[in-house]
C-alpha cells in the first residue's frame, strides 16, 4: 500500500473479503497462531448478548482502572471513530498503533482471506498483548459461538440480555439465539448471566457447556425499589431511585453493596460486571463502586445532552427489546414539553416489531433517509409503517440532518427530541449536535 493512513486501510479492509458476515474460527485462528496472539496471557472476560454488551463492557472497563488496572478492551461497532473499537487503560488506541497491527495481520496472513471484523479482531488482540494490557475484556460482535473473539478462551464469560436478532445469522427463536450465544462459554469457568429472564435454552445451554452458571435473580442480585428480580427478603427500605447487588462472593456467600443511584445504564448490566469484577479476583467491596458507575456514560447509549433548552436523548436502540426498554426510560424521566422521534434504521431489523410498541409515544415523528447507506430502510417506507399503525405527525427529510433541523424548527425549550433507530443513525446525529453546541458556547 501507498497509503499506509488508517482510512486508507479500513477502506481497504471493506473491500478486501467477499463477505461481510462470514462467521468461523479456522481462518481467523490460523492467523492468530502465526501472529503468536494465542493462548492469550492474561485474564479474559468475554461479553456476548444482544442488548447490553456495550454497557457492561464499559462498566467493567471503568472498574477495572478504580482497581488499578490496565484493561485492553475491544467493543464494536464504532460511532465516530474506529479507534473506539480498541482501547488500552482507558485510552483509544493511536492510529499509528492500528496500523502496525493491520500491517503485520497482513503479513502473516499470506493467502488467508479475513473479513473486516477479523481483522479487527487480530489487531485489538496485537494491540493489547503490544501494550501489556493485563486483563482483556472483548464484546463478541455476532453471536458467539462462531464469532472471531471466540478464538479466545474466556476465563469469564457474560452472557447479557438476549432478543431476537440477526435472524439470518443466528436463528428464528430465542432458544436458538441463546445456544449460539452460549457458544464462547469453556468447561468449569463461570459465566455470568445477568439476562434477568434468559430463554430456556440458555439455561440448557450452560449446563450443557459445563460452565459454572450464575444467574442473576437466582446466584447473584439486583435489588431495586419496586419489583426487579424474585428476591427472599424485602428491598422496601432501599431509597427511592436506587438499586443495590447481592454479589456472590469466593467464599460462597453473599454480599451487598451500598445503594447506587438508578440512571441511564441498566442496572441488569452494571450487576453482572460487577460479579464478573469479582470472578476476576478483585473485591468490589474495596472499591468506591457509587462513585466508580455514576461516572460511565457510554456514548449513544441513552446519552442526554442539553442545548439551548431542549432535552436530546441519543439511544442505539435497534431491535423490539430495546426499545422496550428506551420506553421505560422515556416514561420515568421527566418532560414537560413535546416528545419528538427523530428515527431511522436499517431494513434488515424487525420495523414493524420496532414501531408498534412506540405508538401514542411521540408527539410526531421526523424521518429520515440515508443516502449512502444501502442497509438503511427508506424514510416512506417507514412513514407507511406509521401510518398503518395510526401516527399521522410525520415528516419525511432527505437525510438526517434534514430531519434534526426540521424537528429543532419545531420544537423549544422545554421539549425533548430523541433520536433511535440504529447505530448510524446515532452517529450521523452526534457531530450536528457538537456543533450546535460549540455555536451556543461562542
Same mark, same amino acid.
Given at each position: ?112 482471506? %479475513? /473479513? ?6 487480530? $489487531?485489538?488482540? #496485537?494491540?493489547? @498483548?503490544?501494550? &501489556? !494490557? =493485563? ?95 424474585? %428476591? /427472599? ?6 431509597? $427511592?431511585?436506587? #438499586?443495590?447487588? @447481592?454479589?456472590? &462472593? !469466593? =467464599? ?191
Amino acid at each position: 500500500m501507498t497509503d499506509t493512513s488508517l482510512s486508507a486501510w479500513l477502506g481497504r479492509l471493506e473491500a478486501l473479503h467477499p463477505r461481510e458476515i462470514d462467521l468461523g474460527l479456522e481462518r481467523v485462528g490460523a492467523v492468530a497462531k502465526r501472529l503468536g496472539l494465542l493462548p492469550v496471557e492474561v485474564p479474559v472476560v468475554t461479553i456476548a448478548g444482544t442488548n447490553g454488551k456495550g454497557s457492561t463492557a464499559a462498566a467493567l472497563e471503568a472498574l477495572l482502572l478504580a482497581a488499578g488496572r490496565s484493561p485492553g478492551v475491544y467493543t464494536s461497532p464504532h460511532l465516530l471513530r474506529y479507534n473506539e473499537r480498541i482501547r488500552v487503560a482507558g485510552n483509544e488506541a493511536e492510529d499509528a498503533v492500528i496500523v502496525r497491527a493491520f500491517e503485520a495481520i497482513d503479513q502473516a496472513r499470506e493467502s488467508i482471506s %479475513l /473479513s473486516y471484523f477479523e481483522f479487527a479482531t487480530l $489487531a485489538a488482540l #496485537w494491540v493489547f @498483548r503490544d501494550a &501489556g !494490557a =493485563d486483563v482483556l475484556v472483548l464484546e463478541v460482535g455476532l453471536g458467539g459461538r462462531l464469532d472471531a473473539v471466540n478464538i479466545v478462551d474466556a476465563d469469564v464469560a457474560v452472557i447479557t440480555a438476549i432478543g431476537l436478532d440477526h435472524q439470518d445469522w443466528l436463528g428464528d427463536d430465542l432458544d436458538t439465539i441463546a445456544r449460539e450465544k452460549a457458544g464462547i462459554l469453556r468447561a468449569g469457568r463461570p459465566a455470568v448471566i445477568s439476562d434477568s429472564a434468559p430463554p430456556a435454552g440458555l439455561a440448557a445451554a450452560v449446563a450443557e457447556s459445563g460452565a459454572t452458571g450464575l444467574f442473576l435473580g437466582r446466584d447473584f442480585f439486583c435489588d431495586r425499589s419496586g419489583s426487579f428480580c424474585d %428476591l /427472599s427478603d424485602s428491598v422496601s427500605d432501599l431509597p $427511592a431511585g436506587s #438499586w443495590q447487588a @447481592r454479589l456472590l &462472593g !469466593a =467464599d460462597g456467600q453473599h454480599y451487598r453493596l451500598p445503594p447506587l443511584e438508578e440512571g441511564a445504564l441498566l442496572p441488569a448490566n452494571l450487576c453482572g460486571a460487577l460479579q464478573a469484577l469479582q470472578l476476576l479476583g478483585l473485591d468490589p467491596a474495596a472499591l468506591d463502586v457509587p462513585a466508580v458507575l455514576s461516572g460511565v456514560h457510554p456514548v449513544g447509549r441513552r446519552q442526554q445532552r442539553k442545548i439551548a433548552g431542549r432535552d436530546y436523548l441519543l439511544d442505539v436502540a435497534h431491535n423490539p427489546q430495546s426499545i422496550h426498554k428506551l420506553i421505560e426510560y422515556i416514561d420515568a424521566s421527566d418532560c414537560n414539553g413535546k416528545t419528538i422521534a427523530i428515527f431511522s434504521a436499517m431494513k434488515d431489523k424487525d420495523l414493524p416489531g420496532m414501531l408498534r410498541p412506540l405508538h401514542g409515544c411521540f408527539d410526531a415523528w421526523f424521518l429520515a433517509d440515508q443516502p449512502d447507506n444501502p442497509r438503511a430502510a427508506t424514510a416512506s417506507g417507514v412513514a407507511d409503517l406509521l401510518r398503518a399503525q395510526g401516527e399521522f405527525m410525520i415528516s419525511v427529510s432527505k437525510n438526517l440532518r434534514q430531519a434534526l433541523r426540521r424537528a429543532q424548527s419545531v420544537t423549544e425549550a422545554g421539549d425533548r427530541l430523541v433520536i433511535f433507530g440504529s447505530f448510524f443513525t446515532v452517529a450521523a446525529v452526534l457531530p450536528l449536535l457538537d456543533r450546535d453546541e460549540d455555536r451556543g458556547r461562542a
